[in-house]
C-alpha cells in the first residue's frame, strides 16, 4: 500500500516552474528522501503534500487523500516538521508537548515523546534557552506527538554538528522501527545514505535518479580503476572491471612489472550526486 | 469546544509569561492612570464638566484597548507568523477558526480584567464612583474589543517583519490614542487635530466609554459613535480577510 502517491505533479511560482512533472511512490513502513541541492523544489513538493500550497497539476494522494482538500481527520494521521524551527520561546519543553498533544484525539504521553527525542534534562526548561539542536529535536517530538502514520520532515539537521546529527539521526531510525512512514527532504547526502530506504534526486523540479542507495551507485555502470605507470597517475573508467583488470594486470605481469597503487572502485552516492546534480 | 478551552489556557499562559508584552499592553495603562491621576485628577475639566480623575478613567479605559486587542495582538500575530508558529498549528488537527477565536477571547479576558482593575484603582485612590450601568459597560467594552482586536488582526497584513511590528504598529496607535484624546481632552486641540479625533475609532470608542460610565447613557444612546467603531472594525475585519496570512511574510 502506497502512503503517498504522486503523478504529474507541477507547480509554478510566476514563471519559474519549480517542480516540473514528477512521479513517486512511498510505500507505508519506509523512509524516502527527497535529496537535492537547495531550490531544487525539495520543499515545494513537501508543503504540496503537507496541504500547505496548491499544485498546478497532477495528482496527488496522501494516505489516500487530497492534502489540498484534507481536513482535521486527516491532519490527525500525518506530523511535519518545517524547514525552520516553529515553537512557542515561552513555553517549557513538557508544556509543549501538551499543548500540540492536545489537539489530537490519540496523543502519546508527553513523557515518552521527550524520551524518544531525548530531551529529558530538558524537560521543564522554556524553549528560548534550549540549543539549535535540542529545538529541532523539540520540533520532531511536536510532530510525534498525534501518534501519526507519516512524518514530513523537512531538512530536520541542516546546521547541526556532526554529533547532533548523529542523535537525529538516531532518533529518526526509532522512528522507523515503530513503523512510521517518513518523508526526508535533505541536501547532504550521508543523511540519505544512512536513513533513506530509497532516494529520489530532485534537479530544477525534475526527478534525475530514484532507487535505494545502493542502486543508486550501483546503476551508474562506471567502475573507476587507478593505478601508476611509470610514475604518472592513471584513472581509467570502465563498464567491464573484470576484463579490463585482467588486460592490465596481464600486461603487467607480461613485462614483469607490478601496477604500483592499484585501486578499484565504485563511485560514491556522493560523486554520483555531484554528476546528477551539475555542482 | 473542549479544543477552544484548552488553547484559550495555552494563550493565557503565553500572555502573561512574556512580561515586556503584558507590562506595555496590560500595566502601561495602568501605570499612565497613577501618574496622570496624580498630576490632574483632582483638576476640574471644564471643558467636559468633569474632574480629571473621572476623564481620566475612561481614557485609559479607551487606551488600554488599544494597547492590548489591537498593538499588543497585532505584534504578538505578526511575531507567531513569522517564526512559523501559526504555520505549524496550521498543520494540526486544530480548526483554524479555534486558534484564532481562542487568541481573541484570551485577549478580550486580559482587556475585561484591565478594566477592571482601572475601575477599581479609580474607585479606592480617585474617588470615582463604580459605574451605575454596568451591562452597559460591558456592551461598550466587547464591542470595542471586537473592532479593535479585528483592526489589530487587519494590520497584520501591513507587516512584513517580526522586526518591524513593534515599531509600524507602535507608530500607528500611540498617536492614535493621544489625538483620540485618551490622556487629555480634545476639546482644546487646533482644529485640524479635531478634525483627525473626529475620524477616528478611538475617540469614539471613548466616548461611549466616558458616556456610560459618568453620565449613565445607555450603551445604545449614540447610535453614530457606535457606528464610527463597527465600521473601523468592519474595515478591520476586511483588512484581516485580506491580509492576515499563516505563512511568514520575509524569507
Not at chain 1, 249 to 273: D, H, K, N, S
Request: with cysteine; glycine share 12%.
Amino acid at each position: 500500500m502506497s502512503a503517498v502517491r504522486v503523478r504529474g505533479l507541477r507547480k509554478r511560482y510566476g514563471t519559474h516552474e519549480a517542480v516540473r512533472g514528477i512521479d513517486f511512490d512511498i510505500r507505508a513502513g519506509e523512509v524516502f528522501g527527497l535529496l537535492g541541492p537547495n531550490g531544487a523544489g525539495k520543499t515545494t513538493t513537501v508543503e504540496i503534500l503537507e496541504g500547505y500550497r496548491d499544485r498546478d497539476g497532477g495528482e496527488v494522494e496522501v494516505l489516500g487523500e487530497d492534502p489540498q482538500r484534507a481536513g482535521g481527520p486527516w491532519r490527525e494521521r500525518v506530523g511535519v516538521v518545517l524547514q525552520s524551527s516553529s515553537l512557542y520561546p515561552l513555553l517549557t519543553v513538557r508544556e509543549s508537548l501538551r499543548l500540540f498533544g492536545g489537539y489530537y484525539a490519540r496523543p502519546r504521553d508527553a513523557a515518552e515523546v521527550i524520551e524518544i527525542v531525548g530531551l529529558g534534562e530538558k524537560a521543564d526548561d522554556y524553549v528560548r534557552t534550549l540549543s539549535g539542536g535540542q529545538k529541532r529535536r523539540l520540533d520532531l517530538g511536536l510532530a510525534l506527538v498525534g501518534n501519526p502514520e507519516l512524518i514530513f520532515l523537512d531538512e530536520p539537521t541542516t546546521g547541526f554538528d556532526p554529533g547532533a546529527r548523529r542523535t537525529a539521526w538516531e532518533t529518526i531510525r526509532n522512528l522507523r522501527s515503530l513503523g512510521t512512514t517518513i518523508l526526508l527532504t535533505t541536501h547532504y547526502l550521508d543523511e540519505a545514505e544512512q536513513l533513506a530506504d530509497r532516494v529520489a534526486v530532485l534537479r530544477d523540479g525534475e526527478i534525475v535518479r530514484e532507487g535505494s542507495p545502493a542502486e543508486l551507485t550501483g546503476g551508474s555502470g562506471e567502475t573507476e580503476i587507478r593505478y601508476r605507470l611509470n610514475g604518472d597517475d592513471v584513472v581509467e573508467r570502465t563498464a567491464d572491471p573484470t576484463l579490463r583488470l585482467n588486460e592490465l594486470t596481464g600486461a603487467a605481469l607480461a613485462r614483469g612489472e607490478r601496477l604500483e597503487g592499484l585501486e578499484v572502485r565504485r563511485p560514491t552516492l556522493e560523486e554520483i550526486y555531484l554528476e546528477l546534480t551539475g555542482e | 469546544m473542549r479544543l477552544f478551552f484548552h488553547e484559550v489556557r495555552a494563550q493565557q499562559r503565553l500572555f502573561w509569561r512574556n512580561r515586556e508584552a503584558a507590562f506595555f499592553t496590560f500595566f502601561l495603562p495602568v501605570i499612565f492612570f497613577l501618574i496622570f491621576g496624580a498630576v490632574y485628577g483632582n483638576d476640574y475639566i471644564k471643558k467636559e464638566h468633569v474632574k480629571g480623575s473621572h476623564f481620566l478613567e475612561a481614557g485609559m479605559i479607551g487606551y488600554g484597548v488599544a494597547a492590548t486587542c489591537f498593538a499588543g495582538l497585532a505584534i504578538s500575530m505578526v511575531v507567531r507568523r513569522e517564526a512559523g508558529i501559526l504555520k505549524r498549528v496550521r498543520a494540526t488537527p486544530l480548526p483554524p477558526l479555534a486558534y484564532v477565536g481562542a487568541v481573541l477571547a484570551s485577549t478580550f479576558v486580559v482587556f475585561l480584567i484591565e478594566a477592571a482593575i482601572i475601575i477599581l484603582i479609580g474607585r479606592f485612590l480617585f474617588s470615582v464612583g463604580v459605574p451605575n450601568r454596568l451591562l452597559s459597560l460591558l456592551a461598550v467594552l466587547v464591542l470595542g474589543a471586537v473592532c479593535f482586536a479585528a483592526m489589530g488582526l487587519g494590520i497584520t497584513g501591513l507587516v512584513r517583519s517580526s522586526e518591524g511590528s513593534s515599531a509600524v504598529i507602535n507608530a500607528v496607535y500611540l498617536p492614535m490614542a493621544i489625538i483620540s484624546g485618551t490622556f487629555f481632552t480634545p476639546k482644546n486641540y487646533p482644529g485640524f487635530l479635531k478634525a483627525i479625533a473626529n475620524v477616528l475609532p478611538l475617540t469614539h470608542f471613548t466616548k461611549l466609554t466616558r458616556d456610560v460610565m459618568l453620565h449613565d447613557a445607555h450603551f445604545w444612546a449614540d447610535g453614530s459613535a457606535i457606528a464610527v467603531v463597527a465600521l473601523w472594525g468592519a474595515i478591520g475585519l476586511v483588512g484581516a480577510i485580506r491580509g492576515f496570512t499563516w505563512q511568514p511574510r520575509s524569507a
